[in-house]
């Protein structure tokens, strides 16, 4: 695929329900996530209705379960070298959840987690059949039913910055003072604003991303959230450019992020 190593080129919700998940996310956000999975494994496309890929969801099992895994939303970054990024990254105080492994007709990918402990996916992808030029879409700075934004909670933003920034090759530059909360630290990645880096919120206690998904109302989003069985967190708060966003948990436990206009 051409999209440069260190983008964001695919999300995935892990959850222990993907039916109900399809139920909120689909009412939420405005999707259409596949009603059953395409093969043994309980995975499902994510579909946007411009009929791209939003990301993907994975079920959960009772054995994933028991070996630690939780509801969670987590990132792909793109790297054409897997197995020697992700020993540099162990190297540098980071941790092999999963190990590089193949997966025909999908690529090469590891999980890990960051010095912090937040995680990740790590993927060379395999690009479809006689599209090599083509590129993932699943992140976008202003459209809806895609990831728009990519925040990073940390334990400790500055070692975080210096982090990603080091092994994929993003810039830190700009930041906003949000007092007691510390600063908010702008990440761009190609020339590109993707999100940005902030100390643990007050009810969190380990490091993780949290994504922010384009809807077409925040209102009327927030208040699907709230009739299928969600929480809202925090917001909605008006943004840079007169947007809103707002974060919460879905039901079965993954946190997320909202953000688009307001149309009243």
């Given at each position: 695929m051409?999209?440069?190593a260190?983008?964001?080129?695919?999300y995935e919700l892990?959850?222990?329900?993907p039916?109900a998940?399809?139920?909120?996310y689909?009412a939420?956000?405005g999707?259409?996530?596949?009603?059953k999975p395409a093969?043994?494994m309980?995975y499902r496309?994510?579909?946007?209705?411009?009929?791209?890929?939003?990301?993907?969801i994975?079920?959960?099992?009772?054995?994933m379960?028991?070996?630690?895994a939780q509801p969670?939303w987590v990132?792909y970054?793109?790297?054409?070298?897997?197995?020697?990024r992700a020993a540099?990254i162990v190297a540098a105080g980071?941790?092999l959840t999963?190990?590089p492994h193949?997966?025909?007709?999908?690529?090469?990918?590891?999980?890990?987690?960051?010095?912090?402990g937040?995680?990740?996916?790590?993927m060379?992808?395999?690009p479809?059949p006689?599209?090599?030029?083509?590129a993932?879409d699943?992140?976008?700075?202003d459209?809806?039913?895609h990831?728009r934004?990519n925040?990073l909670?940390?334990?400790?933003?500055?070692?975080?910055a210096?982090f990603?920034?080091?092994?994929?090759?993003?810039?830190?530059?700009g930041?906003?003072d949000?007092?007691p909360a510390?600063?908010?630290?702008?990440?761009?990645h190609?020339?590109?604003g993707?999100?940005?880096i902030?100390?643990?919120?007050?009810q969190?206690?380990?490091?993780?991303?949290?994504?922010?998904?384009?809807?077409?109302?925040i209102d009327?989003?927030i208040?699907?959230?709230?009739?299928g069985?969600?929480?809202?967190?925090?917001g909605?708060h008006?943004?840079?450019g007169?947007?809103?966003?707002?974060?919460?948990?879905?039901?079965q436990?993954?946190?997320?992020?909202?953000?688009?206009?307001?149309?009243n």
């Open positions: 051409t999209n440069p260190g983008s964001f080129i695919w892990m959850t222990p329900d039916d998940a399809k139920t909120f689909d939420v956000v999707w259409s996530i596949e009603g093969g043994e309980d496309m994510i579909r946007r209705t411009d009929g791209g890929n939003a990301g993907g994975l079920g959960l099992s009772v054995e379960i028991a070996g630690g969670s990132g970054l793109c790297d054409p070298d897997v197995d020697a540099a980071g941790a999963i190990a193949d997966m025909p007709g999908v690529g090469r990918f590891a999980m890990l987690r960051d010095p912090q937040a995680a990740f996916y790590l060379d992808p395999v479809p006689g599209s090599d030029a083509a993932s699943v992140f976008s700075v459209q809806p039913q990831v934004w925040e909670l940390s334990s400790d933003p500055d070692a975080s210096g990603y920034t080091r092994h994929f090759g993003w810039t830190q530059q930041e906003m949000m007092g510390g600063k908010y630290l702008f990440i761009q190609d020339g590109v993707i999100g940005a902030m100390g643990l919120a007050p969190q206690t380990a490091s993780a991303w949290q994504f922010y998904i384009g809807v077409d109302d009327r989003a208040g699907a959230v709230n009739a069985g969600g929480t809202i967190r925090n909605p008006q943004i840079p007169g947007e809103y966003s707002a974060s919460g948990i879905d039901p436990g993954a946190c997320f992020g909202i953000v688009g206009p307001r149309s």
